[in-house]
């Protein structure tokens, strides 16, 4: 099993990874999952529609690809997606770039870089995660799995789901809401 947590630099914070790909701690009461895709550059392969059957919402942190991939994941769950850096033409121009989603009781900031969050907290579009209470902010961009938390914020970035690039994996993730909170989870679908 590989572990997809990192660490990574916000602004001279450290944070500690929370989740391991099958060591993800015990969660309480009632579980509902959204599910978490990001680049799929047009492609949505079986094993992702197979992977996201059974969860109540998806989303979709951008790199789409196309309106027809946001039509196949719809026939599984509602979607709520962002436009990424190669979302373009008509059929992109109304996927915002960043979404404010209340799911399921659980606030969730959602934009294809999470490099961007900082430029969108200088030009007033977005405040601090923590501090807007978005317990959980969901992106993508890198195709690089990972989730890791910084001051009661959960950052996950399900991987690509899509064409492979470089050596890194194929995956999607799961936000998995209970009494506890959220926890989010990754899995290897190829």
């Not at 599984?76 to 915002?96: F, M, Q, S, T, Y």
């Not at 194929?170 to 290897?188: C, K, N, Q, W």
Request: charged share 20%; proline share 8%.
């Amino acid at each position: 099993m590989r572990d997809y947590s990192v660490s990574i630099d916000f602004s001279q914070s450290e944070i500690s990874p929370i989740a391991r790909l099958g060591a993800v701690p015990a969660l309480s009461g009632p579980v509902t999952t959204i599910g978490l895709i990001s680049d799929t550059h047009g492609l949505l392969r079986p094993e992702a529609v197979r992977a996201l059957a059974g969860v109540r919402h998806i989303i979709h942190a951008g790199d789409i690809g196309g309106p027809e991939i946001l039509d196949e994941l719809r026939q599984i769950a509602p979607v709520h997606a962002v436009r990424g850096n190669n979302d373009k033409g008509p059929w992109a121009a109304g996927i915002p770039l960043y979404l404010a989603l209340e799911l399921e009781g659980v606030s969730i900031h959602v934009l294809h870089d999470v490099k961007e969050i900082d430029l969108l907290r200088r030009q007033c579009q977005v405040t601090d995660p923590a501090a807007a209470r978005f317990p959980v902010v969901v992106s993508g961009h890198s195709h690089k799995p990972m989730v890791s938390e910084r001051d009661g914020v959960t950052f996950v970035n399900p991987g690509s789901a899509g064409p492979r690039r470089f050596t890194l994996p194929i995956s999607v993730g799961y936000l998995d809401i209970t009494t506890g909170g959220p926890r989010a989870r990754i899995i290897e679908i190829l």
